[in-house]
């Protein structure tokens, strides 16, 4: 005789296996319905852009202004988040001065 510990992984096993194989047929329609909200919300950033990058470049702003601080009251910084710092300050002038190439290399990453 199992015991009910083990009467109840197998209900729980068969309970995730019937959600799969129900859900298989509406599997394909995932990536359809993915690509309509990020283009519906493509035309709502699209609007929102010069205000998301003025907000980006006083957060670098602020994030550089932190690690200066720092470095006044003589604490070291860990070379992991002065990495990110220079990384997103990065990306921030890309954004700002070359968007299309950014684009383009997303696009890029995610087609493959």
Same mark, same amino acid.
């Given at each position: 005789?199992? &015991?009910?510990?083990?009467?109840?992984? =197998?209900? &729980?096993?068969?309970?995730?296996?019937?959600?799969?194989?129900?859900?298989?047929?509406? +599997?394909?329609?995932?990536?359809?319905?993915?690509?309509?909200? =990020?283009?519906?919300?493509?035309?709502?950033?699209?609007?929102?852009?010069?205000?998301?990058?003025?907000?980006?470049?006083?957060? =670098?702003?602020?994030?550089?202004?932190?690690?200066?601080?720092?470095?006044?009251?003589?604490?070291?910084? &860990?070379?992991? &988040?002065?990495?990110?710092?220079?990384?997103?300050?990065?990306? =921030?002038?890309?954004?700002?001065?070359?968007?299309?190439? +950014?684009?383009?290399?997303?696009?890029?990453?995610?087609?493959?």
């Amino acid at each position: 005789m199992t &015991s009910p510990g083990t009467r109840t992984s =197998v209900a &729980s096993v068969a309970a995730i296996g019937s959600v799969l194989a129900a859900s298989s047929c509406c +599997l394909p329609l995932l990536p359809f319905l993915f690509a309509a909200g =990020v283009a519906g919300s493509s035309t709502i950033l699209t609007v929102l852009r010069p205000y998301l990058l003025a907000l980006s470049l006083l957060l =670098v702003a602020y994030g550089f202004f932190q690690a200066w601080r720092a470095k006044q009251c003589r604490t070291r910084t &860990s070379a992991i &988040s002065s990495a990110l710092l220079w990384t997103s300050a990065g990306f =921030v002038v890309l954004s700002i001065f070359f968007p299309q190439v +950014l684009a383009n290399a997303a696009a890029n990453l995610f087609t493959r």
